[in-house]
Every structure is written in C-alpha cells, then in structure tokens.
Nanobody, 127 residues
C-alpha cells in the first residue's frame, strides 16, 4: 500500500484547510485510517482515526470540534477537514493505515499499530 498525502499549506489563524490521503496498491476499504502530526522538535502525535466503514471516528482532545475525518472507499481516499486552525496546529501531517485490531482510542493513538504511512504534508498556521 502506498499513501499520498496532500492539501497542506499556509493559512492564518482561524482559517481552514482540507487534507487528502490517497491510497494505491490495494484497497484500504477494510482498514482503519488515521492522521498523525509532528511539530518541529516534537514526537508524532495522534490527530484522528476512522474505521473501515466511516461510521466510527476518534479524535485527539486538542482537535475535537475543529477537525473532521472522513473517507470515500470508492476513491480509496481519506480526508481531514481542519477548521478554526491555530498556530499550535502547525506540523507535518501524516496519514496512516493498517489492520488495527480494535477501534479503541488507547490503541489508535499508537503509531506502531499502523502498517503503512504516507510521506507527510506541511501545515503552517500563522498568528
């Protein structure tokens, strides 16, 4: 599976961006998909995840109410709509997927449970 993240860019505080993650090589319609981010000098942080059908989602507390994760299995693509962006949201955003055994927050937050990763897309939010 290859993942291609796109949609990053520069935006002012309060602005919006929509990230996309396109999968190729095999269908990921049976996989959990997720977004992580890594700010300069910090570790990789969980942002959001979505189950195979799109009916279940999970978010980090820091983005709840501002970010929305979704997927289109017909297009083998996942999205992250980011609204009300803050300078603390500045990071490289990575998409990931894999056969995560359980859709539970305490499992989804760990990068090691995901099998495949995209290359990342940079989001910069200016104050």
């Amino acid at each position: 599976v290859q993942l291609q993240a796109s949609g990053g860019g520069w935006v002012q505080t309060g602005g919006s961006l929509r990230l996309s993650c396109a999968a190729s090589g095999r269908t990921v319609s049976d996989y959990v998909m997720g977004w992580f981010r890594q700010a300069p000098g910090k570790g990789r942080e969980f942002v959001a995840a979505i189950n195979w059908s799109g009916e279940s989602t999970d978010y980090a507390d820091s983005v709840k109410g501002r970010f929305t994760i979704s997927r289109d299995n017909a297009k083998n693509t996942m999205y992250l709509q980011m609204n009300s962006l803050l300078p603390d949201d500045t990071a490289v955003y990575y998409c990931a997927t894999g056969s995560v055994p359980f859709f539970a927050h305490n499992i989804l937050v760990h990068p090691a449970v995901y099998d495949y990763w995209g290359q990342g897309t940079l989001v910069t939010v200016s104050s």
